[in-house]
């Protein structure tokens, strides 16, 4: 379909005659018993072994002629497009023509015969090549050429092309790549062969959507189509440049790299909900962890020769910064709190071996020798934690004390008395300190500064994937 669109494209453009049929134009005349053969019009235009020299020479009558070569290429399928390699791979369909001189006959005296198919070893055919194909085509090329009456020769090639493409990964995975095919002869100069491209690009990229088998990852956009001349070792060659834009498929990058590492960030912000201190700064490590494997992962796609550095990389370096900020701040705080910690156990054995010293601990003793020891403490100061609380007796003499209680209250009282200091001495116990206090206030401060730096930095990196 598309080799008969290409040669009814000839005949509208005038480069090919149009073929007359039996019905209708000079060879409805002709004897319906004659037989013709192929060979016959091969023999007929000496295209033997014996003049394959003359025909590997450049198709013109008169040298300073030029050759008008018509390209025409078609995007059949997108096999792959490799990031860390710069290159792309693709497989396309290659139709060039061109006029050759020698070769003309009358269809009328062969039986209508206008087209026909030879080895593509036996003519001449223009040395063309492609700049930024770096590996040799593995597909067979064509094995026949197509001759019709007029002189025109037809070649169709399926071509896979592994060529370099410059890739710009700076908005990965919501970027767009452009990759070129530049076709030109090797050793011809621009006034021995022109390469001309008869289609509009517009049109090349409707062709191409519709003989398209497969996009790989990419959404194919379009292909333009450019001339201009090349200078290479001081000879001027037409170069035909074919751009393949193509935008590649975003969604399965958000939803297996973007979101994952976005959920492990809101992990670590949930992480302030926990009281554990210790059990935090573990979840927390094990949370860092996880973004750096995500981070790793990044490392194997992208290039290391980009331009500018990836959007995605600075995504996930932020959330990785802001992640290790909220760790060590939890080592910060957690730090405060075991000192204020150290600090009230220092003072309290302080208190403990001051009464001991000072001979200030004071034993009061029941009607029924029930003694109760405590610290004595001066008026103006704050009383302190009780040292001692000794039950002394045997365990007939508690059983005596229970049923006697009733009989002696001012027993009770005492005990009533000694058990709420020991109650409000244990609630001064339970009071933060200085420094626990300051890690609290710390902790809430960081809380607002991490949420609003996160929000800050989420915004910014949305609008530079859009405005990038």
Not at 77 to 90: G, H, K, N, P, Y
Request: charged share 20%; with cysteine.
């Amino acid at each position: 379909m598309v080799l008969a669109g290409f040669l009814l494209l000839l005949v509208l453009t005038g480069q090919v005659s149009p073929v007359l049929t039996d019905e209708g134009g000079p060879s409805s005349g002709k004897t319906p018993q004659k037989v013709c053969s192929y060979q016959d019009v091969l023999n007929y235009l000496n295209l033997t072994k014996n003049n394959e020299l003359f025909f590997m020479t450049r198709p013109v009558k008169d040298h300073k002629q030029t050759t008008k070569v018509f390209l025409e290429v078609l995007l059949y399928a997108i096999l792959d497009v490799r990031e860390i390699d710069q290159t792309f791979i693709s497989y396309v369909w290659v139709f060039t023509s061109w006029r050759n001189e020698y070769i003309h006959w009358d269809p009328q005296h062969f039986c209508g015969i206008e087209i026909i198919s030879i080895p593509t070893d036996i003519l001449w055919k223009p040395d063309i090549t492609i700049e930024e194909m770096i590996e040799k085509d593995k597909a067979p090329p064509s094995p026949h050429l197509i001759i019709m009456s007029d002189g025109y020769v037809l070649v169709r090639n399926d071509q896979v092309l592994m060529s370099t493409c410059r890739m710009h990964v700076h908005k990965f995975p919501f970027d767009t790549q452009s990759c070129n095919m530049s076709f030109r002869t090797i050793v011809h100069s621009a006034q021995e062969v022109n390469l001309i491209h008869t289609t509009s690009s517009a049109e090349a990229t409707r062709w191409s959507r519709e003989v398209m088998l497969t996009q790989y990852e990419w959404l194919f956009i379009g292909m333009t189509v450019t001339n201009r001349t090349a200078n290479m070792f001081g000879l001027d060659q037409d170069m035909m440049v074919f751009t393949i834009s193509m935008k590649r498929r975003s969604a399965l990058y958000v939803v297996n790299f973007l979101l994952p590492v976005l959920f492990f960030f809101f992990l670590d912000l949930a992480s302030f909900l926990i009281s554990d201190t210790e059990g935090k700064i573990g979840f927390k490590v094990t949370v860092l962890l996880a973004v750096t494997v995500m981070q790793l992962i990044l490392n194997e796609i992208l290039p290391s020769s980009s331009n500018k550095i990836p959007l995605i990389a600075v995504y996930c370096v932020g959330i990785f910064a802001l992640m290790m900020l909220s760790l060590l701040e939890t080592i910060f705080v957690i730090y405060l709190i075991e000192k204020d910690s150290a600090s009230q156990d220092n003072e309290a054995e302080g208190d403990s071996e001051g009464c001991k010293k000072q001979g200030k601990v004071i034993c009061k003793e029941g009607k029924k020798k029930w003694p109760v020891c405590i610290c004595d403490v001066s008026a103006d100061e704050t009383p302190a934690e009780p040292l001692q609380v000794a039950l002394q007796g045997s365990s007939s003499q508690l059983t005596e004390e229970s049923h006697s209680s009733e009989k002696h209250p001012d027993d009770l009282r005492d005990v009533v008395k000694m058990l709420t200091l020991i109650l409000n001495s244990k609630k001064e116990e339970a009071k933060p300190g200085y420094w626990t206090k300051m890690a609290k206030t710390i902790n809430k401060c960081f809380f607002i500064f991490y949420i609003t730096a996160a929000s800050v930095f989420l915004l910014c990196m949305i609008l530079s994937w859009s405005y990038a």
